[in-house]
């Protein structure tokens, strides 16, 4: 197997157990659920190979050998493919990162949810985290969703809101004027991180952000006009 060129680091999310994806989750890992005839798995994997990223380390847990096997029986998309296995309890998506700190911690790398589809322009968004100078780079957009990020008039994250019940949780509760956001679960974080996140084993990464905006600039790049459909839920298939 001829493996293509080095390019930068991507971590593809793929441990969920899929629960809004019942029943087609019943006999497999939501990551090889397919849609149009091609699994999550391999439409994200060709997606970041197709855009320079050919080392990617994949977290996984529930069924976990299928998707192990899976990958190895078409000889790893022709790239460099590792596995983080969480093989007792998930461990949240901070949790999960910090899991794959061996793999991950040399260089600025990319987060992609398997479950995501989207024609975001990835090196877009590695480039703009490069170039703001932040730990971490989320990728947001203006859609309609249950729970919001808020970010300043220059693209920093300053905030969460529960769109449900309202409940807000501000980095500065002095700070106005601020933007609602959705975000599109698609990130670049900085190797620093790792040496910023809690200790415990499992944790959600979403407070820990709001944590950190308080001392690190977590820059949020828009991508508004481009497609984004969570297929991680039953009525993308309908």
Known sequence: MVLQAQGHKAMILAAGLGSRLKPLTDKKPKALVEWEGVTLLERVVRKLKAQGFTRIIINVHHF????????????????????SHEKEDLLDTGGGIANASWFLKDESF????????????????????QSHGAIATLAVKERVTSRSLLMNQQGY???????????????????????????????????????LFPAKKSFPLMPFYLELAKTHPIYLHRHDRDTWIDMGKLESYA
């Open 157 to 195: 994250l300053r905030g969460w809101r529960d769109n449900r019940n309202g409940n807000t949780i501000l980095v500065d509760p002095n700070e106005v004027g601020l933007i609602s956001i959705a975000f599109s679960a698609t990130q670049v974080l900085d190797p620093e991180v790792f040496s």
């Open 110 to 129: 990319l987060v992609y949810n398997v479950d995501v589809n989207s024609s975001i322009d990835l090196q877009e968004l590695y480039k703009a985290h």
């Open 64 to 83: 976990a050998e299928m998707i192990m096997d899976y990958v190895s029986t078409r000889q790893n998309f022709g790239i460099e493919i590792e596995f």
